[in-house]
């Protein structure tokens, strides 16, 4: 009996399993942006003028090098290389994300985690954090259900929970609290 291989064996960029009858990605991508764009204008950037560092994930007036202090953050670096359907839709599919954390000691960690497992972690940091950090805390892509299995809609939710897990992960406060360690860890 052949030996079970990991589903992110290699696993480099996004992962997408795309069905028999060859889904146009590119097509469902453009339907996608253009049923889930806000019509919401966005206003000009009033941050000041750095010529020399990018901007910070957290504030539009606070630049990555006005922080000199150290950070308590464990995470260097935080992306999401991927995703991959698990099981059968008729008997409870779920969808899978590969977190990939760089540590501050250069230890890469794959955490695989589902859509549910961040609402866990928000749950937690809502909970065990002091109420004048919860403003940093982003609030999670909202769930789609009749959408979850498309290819279009896991690449953009991939991308904005790795926004999300990053703005968590790299905060200098938040990045270091006991609920953030134990979701990785778990």
């Known amino acids: 009996m052949p030996t079970p291989t990991h589903p992110f064996r290699n696993t480099e960029s996004l992962l997408v399993v795309i069905p028999d009858d060859r889904i146009d990605v590119e097509a469902e991508a453009q339907l996608y942006d253009e049923l889930c764009d806000d019509q919401i204008s966005i ?7 750095s010529p020399q560092e990018p901007p910070s994930i957290f504030s539009r007036d606070i630049w990555l090098n006005d922080n000199s202090g150290t950070s308590l953050a464990f995470a260097r670096n935080v992306h999401i290389a991927g995703w991959t359907s698990v099981g059968d839709k008729l008997g409870g599919a779920y969808v899978v994300y590969d977190c ?4 501050k000691e250069d230890t890469t960690i794959h955490a695989h985690k589902r859509y549910s497992d961040f609402v866990l972690l928000y749950d937690a940091l809502k909970h065990s954090l002091p109420k004048h950090q919860h403003h940093f805390i982003p609030a999670l892509p909202p769930k789609y259900p009749f959408s979850r299995y498309r290819a279009a809609f896991l690449d953009r939710r991939r991308r904005q929970l790795q926004y999300w897990l990053s703005a968590v992960l790299l905060h200098p406060e938040i990045g270091a609290c006991q609920a953030v360690r134990w979701w990785v860890m778990d």
């Open 43 to 49: 206003r000009p950037s009033t941050r000041p003028k």
């Open 100 to 103: 990939v954390i760089r540590t």
